[in-house]
């Protein structure tokens, strides 16, 4: 059965819930950083680590936002500064094509976002998160793959 | 008995047998005319050749859950699908649809075990067959002595006149619910007369015809003919045939979660499908699309015959109609029949 | 109304036995919930059941454990798909279902006043191991001429029900002969191929049956020992393996021509073997 | 046509007499004309069969993979057909050596079952076969539209309404597999959906799995879709899915400069890379 959709936004007391997925040793380790050295940014993300952006297959972001993400974030190395040379330049094109797709679906492209973030940019990562955050925040549930229904099981 | 009610009001008849049971029948969608439950009396539809998919649907769902459950920290809540259906009607069924329930019958409510699901839903129905008015090339029910306008298994029997739809009784419960309605008017002798000569008519429409003598035995003994290689060759192996036909009944059964909430369900499956057959260990025994194109024809019209005296095949035609490479059942089984 | 077929017999999981080195062989042994589950589910050896465990599904497993031991039913379980991986994760007192018992017997009637001899390789004994246990019970055992077993694994580490092919050993009226592929430094016992050591214990044909049941290899090279003592067709049993479902002959996918494994099988005689389609 | 399928009889029983190849995909008679079928011609018998006409739209590449490899294989293409092969070819699924390419400059195709003239509104329009070693006929005019003219009125869209439109015709699927069997760069072993572990998508369907399935479809055929179109022909439910490969199509062509199956030296571009790609394809 399909849940019923419901594109009512409750803004109110809504917090986003984010996904990001981290190249282990650029923006992981960047997020690593964020957290020792207690720069402050919203909890509303969880991270996943994977050991490369390239290795992140597209149907994880259909997935996550069907399981009722409100954004994907997803952080790897400056392109130049792979840890594997060029997996970055590959997930950069994989990324881009499944951005395209979210946005030819319907989804408010937005709510994907790719960053290169390096293992020293703590407080970049931080800044990012805070202005994604609050983007998301500012679009509100997201509905549509998510398809409106109660995500809190 | 014999009742009437004209054209135009057939969005009223189907507000009345929506009192008297949830009421499934043809309606134009985006893809063509298939059968749906009915919730808004005007989309019902009765022109139509024959819908994009057969009416199995109403006893046998694509995706039917029996046991629904949640996922807890110590163990599983389960609760059982309770198989008390509500009265149903089924409107607007072509008598080669309704020969296929019964077919599927003898699998599902026949033999040491019953399927519940199939039995309960198939008693609380009630069956308005549709007669034909035409012939399409496709077709080849005639090889199974079923009419174009043959009221065989239907409770309430129909056909469309000039301006009006004629509807009667067959067995007491369509006698019982035809007498219910009170939108429909009684009809003169004249209509009388215009009915049995319209039923004449039809009858004498005819479509392609198999030739099945033999061919349980025949198709045994072809087995490992080359045959098959060719036969299959413009094959794609996707599931149009089976889903779209009337007498295809192979189903899985999965459990399906989210959030700890989920149900086992059986889900239609096909024969086309490469994992159908496959095993845990990888081991796969019809590796090849001429070994499940086989297995779907003499499933049909070899092994189904063995088990339950009947041709598994209606000869309805939807396989043909909607196979994308214009696979032909019929042409399949004559070939086959053919081999020294 | 109706028993739904369809609908696992809710059981716990009394016991877990680890069955063989590699840990990935384990033996359930289940008990009814409910008492009158238990009067209801009356099986013979060679049938098999769908173990369930909502969420993951269902898994059709044959019976280990014999009708002769009343209060619970045991399943000897091979890790491998998505259910089987999960049972072997559970631990005892885990509540689970069962639907069953589901297929044909090993042709016990036909067995009896019989010499009977079972062949069973690797993990493929359980079913086997239900037979034996059901005809030397002592209400049974009188009902069969002799018992000849041979059973083979790899290696003494993958040796199942390793207690109880002890005690097989020493009664006096089962000849016992379990081989090993290969041993290790602590194995005493015998080695060599199962259709070798079928060669050599050489059980007489004359008013015997063969029972027959593992990997498609040994089965492959033990018919033909089997065919020069001078078994016919007819006396030599196995149990298929395939795909199955529904366990009811509903669902479609399991037959072999007509024949629907999970019905009108698991077990079949050779000869009927022969009669079916040659699909595989 | 009538030239057309002439030549292609001829040609397959030239190949098959002379050995040079063990079969010939093209197509034959259905039960109508209207309803021609693909076909694996082995003898000269068999060439006697082969027909061509307006419905012949099969795309035959399709069949390319079902002979093991080394297996001398003729094949008839059209426009888009051509540009399959070339995408096997870069993907060394196939191996040129073993083909015998007859290229056909395919007009005025319609489809079966509406009886509409197939162009570039839902193919690649593309005339003629951009990869060939026979050609059966004439060059003819390439059509001077876009074959992503189509997609305006989706592209204008906001997003809220395209989610409806897709919402809608994606909750149609009935998960027969049709589109994916049709395709012929669909030759995964398993096809992701179908693996047990992990599960990607449920086996009934809803809207919810049937997104799982195409839009990681779509993605699969991101750089590699030649538009031929078969898909949204072969699927009962009418679900225009050639619109989404459109779009992923002119995405890819436009962020990557290459569009799929133009020649055998491209190399297709999800496979590729480019230090200079734009970040901004990410925004």
């Not at chain 1, 994989?94 to 319907?106: Q, S, Y």
């Not at chain 2, 298994?153 to 739809?165: A, N, Q, R, T, V």
């Not at chain 3, 492959?220 to 067709?233: A, E, H």
């Not at chain 4, 989706?154 to 589109?179: H, K, N, P, T, V």
Request: net charge negative; with cysteine.
């Amino acid at each position: 059965m399909v849940a019923e959709r419901n594109e009512e936004k409750h803004t109110v007391g809504f917090e986003p819930r984010i996904l990001g997925i981290a190249c282990n040793w650029c923006t992981y380790t960047g997020a690593d950083l964020a957290g020792t050295t207690r720069v402050q940014y919203p909890h509303n993300i969880r991270v996943a680590r994977v050991m490369c952006s390239s290795r992140i297959n597209p149907s994880f972001i259909f997935r996550a936002f069907e399981l009722g993400a409100d954004g994907i974030l997803v952080g790897g190395c400056h392109p130049g500064d792979c840890h594997y040379s060029t997996g970055n330049y590959y997930a950069r094109r994989k990324l881009a094509v499944t951005k395209k797709i979210l946005e030819f679906a319907g989804l408010e492209p937005e709510r994907f976002r790719v960053e290169w973030i390096s293992a020293s940019e703590g407080n970049r990562y931080a800044e990012i998160v805070r202005e994604f955050t609050e983007e998301i925040r500012a679009l509100g549930p997201q509905t549509r793959l998510a398809m409106g229904r109660d995500t809190e099981g | 008995m014999l009742k009437k009610i004209g054209l135009e009001k057939l969005d009223a008849l189907a507000s009345a047998l929506m009192e008297r049971g949830e009421l499934f029948a043809p309606v134009a969608g985006d893809a063509g005319v298939d059968f749906q439950r009915i919730d808004n009396p005007g989309d019902v539809t009765l022109d139509f050749y024959n819908t994009l998919r057969s009416p199995k649907e109403v006893f046998f769902p694509q995706a039917d859950d029996m046991v629904r459950y949640r996922l807890t920290h110590d163990g599983v809540e389960t609760e059982e699908i309770p198989l008390d259906f509500e009265p149903r009607i089924i409107l607007g069924v072509r008598p080669c649809d309704v020969r296929s329930f019964e077919v599927m019958d003898r699998l599902f409510a026949g033999g040491d075990i019953v399927d519940p699901y199939w039995e309960e839903r198939r008693k609380s129905t009630t069956i308005i067959g549709y007669a034909f008015d035409r012939v399409d090339p496709a077709d080849f029910y005639t090889t199974f002595g079923i009419g174009a306008a043959d009221p065989t298994g239907s409770d309430i029997f129909m056909i469309k006149g000039e301006g009006d739809l004629f509807l009667k009784g067959i067995t007491e419960r369509g006698e019982e619910l035809l007498g219910s309605i009170s939108v429909l008017e009684d009809v003169s002798p004249e209509n009388e007369g215009y009915f049995e000569e319209k039923i004449a008519e039809s009858a004498r429409l005819e479509t392609r015809i198999l030739a099945t003598e033999g061919v349980p035995e025949k198709l045994e003994a072809v087995f490992e003919d080359p045959y098959w290689i060719e036969a299959a060759a413009p094959c794609l192996n996707c599931g149009v045939c089976t889903y779209v036909c009337p007498t295809c009944h192979c189903f899985d059964i999965q459990d399906e979660t989210l959030f700890g909430k989920g149900a086992r369900r059986r889900i239609w499956d096909s024969c086309m499908f490469t994992d159908f057959t496959l095993h845990t260990s990888g081991h796969n025994p019809r590796t090849k699309k001429s070994q499940r194109l086989r297995q779907r024809i003499c499933h049909k019209f070899s092994y189904y015959v063995t088990n339950f005296d009947v041709v598994s095949c209606v000869g309805c035609g939807r396989c043909i109609r909607s196979c994308p490479v214009h696979i032909d059942i019929m042409a399949v089984v004559e070939g086959a029949a053919a081999l020294p | 109304m109706m028993q739904n077929p369809y609908i696992p017999i809710p059981v716990v999981v009394d016991k877990i036995i680890t069955e063989v080195t590699t840990k990935d062989i384990k033996t359930f042994r289940l008990a009814f919930v409910n008492t009158e589950d238990e009067e209801r589910f009356q099986y013979l050896p060679g049938q098999f059941g769908e173990l369930s465990i909502f969420g993951k599904g269902e898994s059709p497993i044959g019976i280990a454990s014999s009708p002769t031991q009343p209060g619970y039913l045991e399943f000897t379980v091979q890790k491998a798909g998505v259910v089987t991986s999960e049972l072997h994760s559970i631990e005892e007192g885990f509540r689970m279902g069962v639907r069953g018992p589901l297929g044909n017997t090993w042709p016990i009637d036909y067995l009896k006043g019989k010499n009977v001899v079972i062949v069973g390789g690797g993990f493929a004994f359980t079913t086997l191991r239900s037979l034996l246990n059901y005809m030397i019970h002592e209400d049974n055992r009188s009902d069969f001429g002799k018992i000849t077993v041979v059973y083979g694994a790899r290696e003494p580490g993958l040796l199942i029900y390793k207690d109880e092919l002890a005690a097989w050993e020493a009664r006096d009226d089962v000849d016992m002969n379990v081989t090993v592929d290969k041993g290790d430094a602590a194995w005493t016992g015998r080695e060599g191929f199962v259709p070798a050591v079928c060669e050599q214990v050489a059980p007489g044909s004359e008013n015997a049956v063969a029972v027959i049941c593992g990997p498609p290899v040994m089965i492959r090279f033990t018919l033909p020992v089997f065919f020069n003592l001078g078994f016919s067709k007819e006396n030599i049993y196995t149990s298929l393996e395939m795909r199955m479902k529904c366990g009811i002959g509903k669902c479609g996918r399991c037959n072999v021509g007509s024949r629907y494994v999970c019905k009108d099988g698991p077990v079949f005689s050779l000869e009927e073997l022969d009669k079916l389609t040659k699909e595989y | 046509m009538k030239r057309i399928e002439t030549r292609l009889r001829e040609e397959a029983r030239r190949l098959l007499e002379t050995g040079e190849v063990e079969v010939v995909l093209a197509y034959g008679r259905g039960y109508d004309d209207r309803h021609p079928m693909p076909c694996a011609a082995k003898t000269v018998a068999d060439a006697e069969r082969i027909v061509f006409n307006e419905y012949c739209t099969h795309n035959m590449a399709r069949y390319l993979l079902d002979y093991p490899p080394g297996t001398r294989i003729a094949i008839a293409v059209k426009g888009c057909d051509s540009r399959a092969v070339v995408v096997l070819l870069q993907e060394e699924k196939v191996r040129r050596e073993d083909l015998v390419i007859l290229g056909i400059p395919a007009v005025g195709m319609k489809d079966p079952r509406t009886g509409r003239i197939i162009d570039a509104s839902t193919t690649c329009g593309t005339t003629n076969p951009v990869l060939y070693d026979i050609l059966l006929g004439e060059k003819a005019a390439e059509p001077d539209t876009s074959p992503y003219d189509v997609l305006e009125e989706l592209e204008g869209m906001d997003g809220a309404d395209r989610w409806a439109f897709w919402e809608r015709e994606l909750s149609r699927c009935i998960r027969c597999y049709a589109c994916r069997q049709a395709c012929p760069m669909c030759y995964c072993d398993p096809c992701f959906v179908d693996q047990a572990e992990p599960r990607w998508a449920d086996k009934s369907p809803s809207l919810e799995s049937n997104l799982m399935f195409h839009l990681t479809r779509f993605y699969h055929l991101a750089g590699r879709c030649v538009d031929c179109g078969e898909c949204s022909r072969a699927c009962p439910m009418e679900i225009p899915l050639y619109l989404f490969h459109k779009k992923v199509a002119r995405e890819c062509e436009e962020m990557f400069g290459q569009a799929a199956g133009m020649s055998v030296d491209d190399k297709p571009v999800m496979l590729d890379f480019r230090v200079e790609d734009a970040d901004e394809i990410l925004l």
